[in-house]
């Protein structure tokens, strides 16, 4: 099993949602991150002071997935997420050693 | 025997209210402006001088700026009048013909009230609760007291100079724009000023405490009138306009130089044309409120925008830059384009011909500032010797919330 | 026959649209308390109210409070104004001389609605907003309506009894109090009352809501005067000035007893002010008003105090240990500090060798309190064994927002 | 010669603030329901509004609607009375006798004010902000203007055809309503508009406009009698019962059909109920009030509902179903239910055997309707070819506040 | 050592964490996320509109434990976090390599 | 690669965060977290009651760095964050498995 933590746009988080669904990946978690990358920032204005504020709002995905379900997750992902402009986000994969549904105490692959 | 009005008293009344509510609307004003951290700090400074001055006006304020001339030099009023004995039912001819004397002391308290709230936000963040109100009991009496006195109180020296000032440029603007001014000075700067982002941490909010200002100000100007007539209507009307112009003039100019037009720029804006219009409001018409207004957007811009960049003062929410400035253009402003057509009690301004009116003005400006700078600072320097000014670098940086109030804004 | 007094309509017109903003301003200043999840359910039991006894009011509420005693007792309005019939342009010389009965009328209103927006304090959290609906029906018919026949109805017969009452003390506030107190008892404790951190979600909410309170008072207090002049200026004064003085008393004993000086009780304490003051504010004067919004602070302070060591009683927001108490104190102080010198048409207190009116204020008290407690203890009874009062668990720990109104207050 | 009242003028002038109140409350409750980040474009919106048709009132667009009628077809006000020339303390017989002509100019200044105002809602979230300035200057002077003129001017035609708005249903509700549907049609839909989420971000905001509003509209409908007297008591309470039945009946309808009786849908049943009793108030008495704000509650919920399954047009926060239907069906129900008993000034309707008022209400419905809808079309293709009505794809996503005004709301 | 995630109920967090903190783990660091899974949504309304919103608001709960308490803390989590119904949330154990204490630079085991 | 889940002082960031940048490594991502450790928590006040918050605000940083490269980021942030105080955090390693960049698709380093 594998945890797929993926950092996007946070205007994009519906469409890879449903894009994910749609393939059967239901289960997910999502919060609310500030990133900071390529992209440059933001000018914000403060009264009669210009700004640049260098963290940017994204939204962080995680789910966790069967190890044969990890292309299929990173390429929806890619592909409903991406814009093409700088700023569209990275993936990483972490290996996950355990599961536990805490309803049930069941483990592994059944759990997830 | 002076008989009273109803409509006049009703007038004052609802008045008074509304620029009681202007206080809070400082406080939501300034802690939008604030970081999270901050913003109960902030709201609690304008809740607590409310409560305050609310007494000391009762007990001696009002006494001190607007009773009989003490000693005859026009500087303090006397002692006869604490715990408003002898202010009741019955008109003070002096002041307000046609309404109870109580009536005119609670309309005045208010402005005796809103003027050290006004202060606050020149050392938002980092001033001590436990100073803070001693500072304000010392403040209102030995500065604003005397200077409502001068310009106000029957006998005080600038009024007997002639010079105008319909709302309280001269009394509430001024000095407490100076006394921001001493008080960015001597408190020093914020940890992490010119360094770390301090973005409000909630416009909507300071964009309602403006709103709420606009609305109160109407009770501020127009109640100053005393009386519900066309006198009242000029000031509501030229009120209404002067802060328009200034909204709009600092959008325009903010737009043009630098960037976009900002919420908070606009609704700043509006402010330093209220500021402005102040102490001109029941003197001059229509048009030239719009002068004025406008003038204040730019003059204030500008002040901010220099204050930024050529100063390392941390004048944090730019209380001499907007309330400063703004009102001694309008209490010079008054000089010039005043008019007897407006009010037959005024005199005309530099426009129409009298070059004596704008002297006094500008004397009043220097005399009231001068005294508000150099007052503001000695009682600074002594309450920083004895209780000290500040709190400790780590409640700063922890913030004011917790650590002078045990409490947190938002769960 | 009377005839109307344009400024004495315009200030009761204006004080009923400042008490109206204060149904709101409790829905507010509670909202703010609540945990994030019941923000909206409390709010809009605030406005739901206002909309339900803005009709109530009208079509039987007035004449079963005001209208033409019913068989002589003083205990209940007959049905004679039912859907305002006969209530129109022409003044009732019983209640106000010299404005339009229908003035009066819908001022009044506006206190029969912010009473029971009151209690909504000691239930919030866990009311089912269904039932909720059919309490304050019921409520503010056979117990509002008839206490304010009492006190302030023609022939009422706390009315006859002397009993001083000026904007509410016992009509609101007493009345409000002890409903509170039977309600909290009887619906229970909310889950995870005493071991759950149950902090305000949003603080400054809660100020705004005490700023719109504080502002909105001066209509409930001085409007009460039903003409524009100095009875009005000195409820004006003195609801300031015990507001002010409340605040400060709380401050003060919360910052030795305990803790830090927070925002939410400097801003109680100006609530539990403004509550004592309100029977008293046309009897008393000034610096009487120091002494009684003091009290008020201290006695509610304690109250809560002891409620929150000493018992288990989850009155969630303390509307009895705030308006209960607070109003309880304010109606034995007019009996104690109430002066004809202030109000030609009350009567002299305790301090001025009266020892009649304290009596009969206490009568009041006891009697309106119980009544007010029984009765709403007996709705509270018969609904929930019909409708049922309480959410389910699930719903509580859910939410009322969600489960109730099917909304999230926030994104 | 008409001697200046000053009961009548405090009236007018508190009521012209609370007026002014208003717009920013319009702000605030659509603040509360757009996207978290199109937060402040809309309360700027709001804000800059008011600032610039205050200046563009006394400059010329009071003179447009109120002046003397310019060539006599009651179509437009000439420009006699450009920069509020001859409009000063003297009453204007043929608008308000008792009130200095300043008084009833600075009133009506807040009506042009929030009128365009309320369109704004229609185009939420995606309206260029420079454009936005141009269309409210063109708007106002080209639609709202002359409409005033028609119903109101001296000469007008609709009020020489004898239609009654008494405090804004046609100039007010109507020019808005429909001017948000040639809105929401020419710019076209929100991206994401049907698919993504966009609840609103903020829903106590939402209802502390809402409250505002309530209070506010007080000012609005009493104040619209131009006298402190019977009149506008009449129109306080009718306002006070309208709103009351229009939340109640949308709370009743939603929780029948559909769901759960949620507070942004009781609040907006408020305010439906308040545009409905606008053009009525100063004719009706309170039952029929209930009437005209029930029925405001049901027609908007429905107007909403049908929008929403029926049709793709994204009036996003539903200012026609709002506005729109809910003064159509007041300014018609005002043709039903006009009473002379109410008001002498004006005539009975169809209840009571006069077939003809109603004829002319249904004529100024469809003349102001169509005038405002077709205008506005216009002024909108022509700002859409030259200036561009919409921000890019790119900006609507990111939001308006930080590509439009360079801010965040909150931090 | 490890490094347990577990996306809980929002309600039970302060259960769990006095569990925890019984069972002497005190260090734990906490925030709010949104997630999907099997519990369908909650259904909102907007006007006259209904709308189901799918990502219901949970907290997430990290702590990294020694390898000998993980089982420990896993129990901990269940027991106090159930509720019996669907939406009583996941554990991830996940691998640590290295742990730093910051103040003191201080590594491994002690550091926790 | 790694994974470096940094828990600082809020109050910190900007510092890490600069300093960070200077060093060369600009990508990364934050959130807001709430946080239980040795430190004891703050006392806070509800009109008469006084009561303990034991979960501190704190911030964490994560961020994915090549192997080579996790000592000097450690030591950027243990630097930057310490005020020598208790509560100034905790850094975590995790193994990486694998990083796509969602714009492109790249993968490995170079899409760190
Ligand atoms: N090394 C990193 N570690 C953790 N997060 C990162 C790292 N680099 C980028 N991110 C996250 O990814 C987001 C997008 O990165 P950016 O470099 O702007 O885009 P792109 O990958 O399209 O070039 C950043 O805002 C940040 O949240
Ligand atoms: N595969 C997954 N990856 C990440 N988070 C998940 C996954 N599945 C479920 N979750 C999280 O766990 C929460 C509870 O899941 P759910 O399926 O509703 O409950 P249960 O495990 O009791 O059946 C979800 O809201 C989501 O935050
Ligand atoms: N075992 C742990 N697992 C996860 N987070 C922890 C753990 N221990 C501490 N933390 C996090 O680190 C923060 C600081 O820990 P603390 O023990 O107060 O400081 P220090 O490491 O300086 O002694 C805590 O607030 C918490 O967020």
Redesign the interface.
């Known amino acids: 099993m594998?945890?797929i933590e993926?950092?996007?746009r946070s205007?994009k988080l519906?469409d890879i949602?449903n894009a994910l669904?749609v393939a059967g990946f239901?289960?997910?978690?999502?919060?609310?991150?500030?990133?900071?990358?390529?992209q440059k920032g933001?000018?914000?204005?403060?009264?009669?002071?210009?700004?640049r504020?260098?963290?940017l709002a994204?939204t962080?995905i995680e789910l966790?997935v069967d190890d044969p379900d990890v292309e299929k997750v990173?390429e929806i992902?890619?592909k409903s997420?991406?814009?093409?402009?700088?700023?569209?986000?990275?993936?990483?994969?972490?290996?996950?050693?355990?599961?536990?549904?805490?309803?049930t105490?069941e483990r592994g692959k059944g759990?997830? | 025997m002076d008989t009273i009005n109803g409509a006049d008293t009703v007038w004052v009344l609802i008045s008074a209210a509304l620029v009681m509510l202007m206080t809070p609307a400082v406080g939501l004003f300034y802690g939008g402006m604030v970081r999270k951290k901050n913003v109960l700090a902030i709201i609690t400074q304008s809740f607590i001088v409310l409560a305050l001055i609310s007494i000391q006006w009762i007990l001696f304020g009002y006494s001190l700026a607007f009773g009989p001339d003490a000693g005859g030099h026009g500087l303090i009023g006397g002692l006869q009048w604490i715990g408003l004995n002898g202010v009741g039912a019955a008109p003070d001819p002096n002041y307000a013909p046609t309404i109870p004397a109580s009536v005119f002391m609670i309309y005045q308290a208010m402005f005796a009230i809103i003027t050290p709230v006004l202060i606050t936000g020149a050392f938002a963040d980092r001033m001590k609760f436990s100073t803070f109100i001693v500072f304000t009991l010392l403040w209102t009496t030995i500065v604003y007291d005397p200077i409502a006195h001068w310009v106000w109180g029957t006998g005080g020296w600038l009024r007997e100079l002639g010079v105008l000032d319909f709302a309280g440029g001269l009394v509430v603007h001024i000095s407490a724009g100076l006394a921001a001014l001493a008080a960015a000075i001597i408190i020093g700067k914020r940890i992490g000023f010119k360094s770390e982002?301090m973005?409000?941490h909630n416009v909507p909010m300071t964009i309602l405490g403006g709103i709420l200002l606009w609305f109160g100000w109407f009770g501020f100007n127009a109640g100053s009138a005393l009386t519900a007539g066309s006198l009242a209507a000029n000031a509501f009307i030229v009120t209404n306009t002067s802060a328009a112009a200034g909204a709009l003039s600092w959008m325009a100019i903010?737009w043009k130089h630098?960037?976009?037009p900002?919420a908070?720029?606009i609704v700043?804006g509006g402010v330093a044309g209220l500021a402005a219009i102040t102490p001109a409001s029941g003197f001059v018409g229509p048009l030239w409120a719009i002068v004025i207004g406008a003038g204040a957007g730019l003059l204030c811009?500008f002040a901010?925008?220099f204050k930024?960049k050529k100063t390392n003062i941390d004048d944090s929410l730019?209380v001499f830059a907007c309330h400063g400035v703004g009102s001694a253009w309008g209490v010079i402003a008054t000089g010039i384009f005043a008019s007897e057509a407006i009010n037959s009690a005024g005199v005309n301004g530099l426009i129409f011909g009298n070059y004596v009116l704008i002297q006094s003005q500008i004397i009043a400006v220097i005399a009231t500032g001068l005294y508000s700078l150099v007052v503001t600072a000695i009682i600074l320097k002594v309450l920083d010797a004895t209780m000290g000014l500040r709190v400790t670098d780590n409640e700063e940086i922890e913030g004011l919330d917790i650590t002078q109030h045990g409490e947190k804004a938002y769960v």
Chains 1, 5, 6 share one sequence.
Not at chain 1, 26 to 38: A, S, W
Not at chain 1, 42 to 51: A, D, F, N, S, V
Request: proline share 2%; net charge positive.
């Open positions: 594998k945890k993926a950092i996007i205007e519906g949602k669904a239901i289960g997910l978690t999502t919060y609310e991150v500030k990133g900071r990358g390529r933001i000018m914000l204005q403060y009264r009669t002071q210009e700004y504020v260098d963290m994204k962080k966790v990173v992902i890619c997420g991406q814009t093409g402009n700088i700023g569209d986000g990275k993936i990483f994969i972490l290996p996950i050693e355990e599961i536990i549904r805490v309803r105490g759990a997830i | 982002n973005a409000p903010s630098g960037g976009k900002n908070l720029g700043t811009y901010m925008h930024n730019d």
